[in-house]
């Protein structure tokens, strides 16, 4: 399991990307690094949670989270929260499984 994930530029410990598409892009990617190093795909995740500050940008989340996952549909709850840390428009968690898959 990946604790939730902002837009945080590990070579920077940055905040990155000023709307949620941008974020999305950045948490995305930080999930599949961190999965990576324990030799895992975004194929592995079997559960997310989406959380954002405000549900009118799940249109634009929601484009990156299906280019990101393609034909693989994990289950996901997405909740509007009224603040994340360092301002962060978009927080996603993710639970992944070690098998096959």
């Given at each position: 399991?990946?604790?939730?994930q902002?837009?945080?530029?590990p070579?920077?410990?940055?905040?990155?990307?000023?709307?949620?598409?941008?974020?999305?892009?950045?948490?995305?990617?930080n999930?599949?690094?961190?999965?990576?190093?324990i030799?895992?795909?975004?194929?592995?995740i079997?559960?997310?949670t989406?959380y954002?500050?405000?549900?009118?940008?799940?249109?634009?989340?929601?484009?990156?989270?299906?280019?990101?996952?393609?034909?693989?549909?994990?289950?996901?709850?997405?909740?509007?929260?009224?603040?994340l840390?360092?301002?962060?428009?978009?927080?996603?968690?993710?639970?992944?499984?070690?098998?096959?898959?």
């Amino acid at each position: 399991m990946t604790s939730g994930q902002i837009a945080i530029n590990p070579q920077t410990g940055k905040l990155e990307g000023k709307t949620a598409k941008e974020q999305t892009q950045r948490v995305l990617s930080n999930i599949k690094a961190i999965l990576s190093e324990i030799g895992l795909t975004e194929k592995n995740i079997v559960k997310t949670t989406v959380y954002l500050t405000d549900l009118s940008n799940f249109r634009e989340v929601n484009e990156v989270y299906g280019k990101f996952f393609k034909d693989h549909k994990p289950a996901r709850e997405t909740v509007e929260v009224s603040n994340l840390p360092l301002g962060a428009l978009v927080e996603i968690s993710a639970i992944a499984v070690i098998e096959d898959v």
